[in-house]
Antibody, heavy 127, light 109 residues
């Protein structure tokens, strides 16, 4: 069964750090780009960022709201994705989902659809 | 940056057809994906590349994309279709990133 399981969420003070993990199983993790998406309480989905695969040099992209504070990494030998979050703000409070990016290329030349999602892990930034 | 605009809410009676729009500048030139999210659950892909359906998604779900509007159509709406729906594209401009619409709450009357 294809599965993504996030962990590492919790309560952290503003200015603090947290590292989220996403364990993948049931598919060839190393083939896929992987995304992080978050959802603040009562709000819509917000894309956080992406890591591409080894064939694309593990390049990363980030939303402007997290660039310079968050870092996405992966360990293909462990089938794991990570999100290192530093300098956390109250507005980073959200459920964080990891998502598998599908292998096909869209009209813009990018792999863009998210076909498998984890159940999410909750991050609360509060004093 | 690229913006996707969805109506906050759509209401429909059971058995009728629901249409949820997603507006964006020349969105017809982009590939649009749609996700369904029920309360307390993760999003689920229901339409990809404008009009394709993943396995397991009922044929009642369809999509189209032209000009400045993409549309998710749900025929013969059922109570279980009540959820939030999000459209999504990849913005390949200088600031390369995923863009989500604001989401539409579908209410089945």
């Amino acid at each position: 069964e294809v599965q993504l399981v996030e962990s590492g969420g919790g309560l952290v003070q503003p200015g603090g750090s947290l590292r989220l993990s996403c364990a993948a199983s049931g598919f060839t993790f190393s083939d896929h780009y992987m995304d992080w998406v978050r959802q603040a309480p009562g709000k819509g989905l917000e894309w956080v960022g992406r890591t591409r695969n080894k064939a694309n040099s593990y390049t990363t992209e980030y939303a402007a709201s997290v660039k310079g504070r968050f870092t996405i990494s992966r360990d293909d030998s462990k089938n794991s994705l990570y999100l290192q979050m530093n300098s956390l703000k109250t507005e980073d409070t959200a459920v964080y989902y990891c998502a598998r990016v599908g292998l096909d290329y869209d009209s813009s030349g990018e792999q863009s659809l998210m076909d498998v999602w984890g159940k999410g892990t909750t991050v609360t930034v509060s004093s | 940056s690229y913006v996707l605009t969805q109506p906050p809410s759509v209401s429909v009676a059971p058995g009728k057809t629901a249409r949820i729009t997603c507006g964006g500048n020349n969105i017809g030139s982009k590939s649009v994906h749609w996700y369904q999210q029920k309360p307390g659950q993760a999003p689920v892909l229901v339409i990809y590349y404008d009009s394709d359906r993943p396995s397991g998604i009922p044929e009642r779900f369809s999509g189209s994309n032209s000009g400045n509007t993409a549309t998710l159509t749900i025929s013969r709406v059922e109570a279980g279709d009540e959820a939030d729906y999000y459209c999504q594209v990849w913005d390949s401009s200088s600031d390369r990133h995923v863009v989500f619409g604001g989401g539409t709450k579908l209410t089945v009357l």
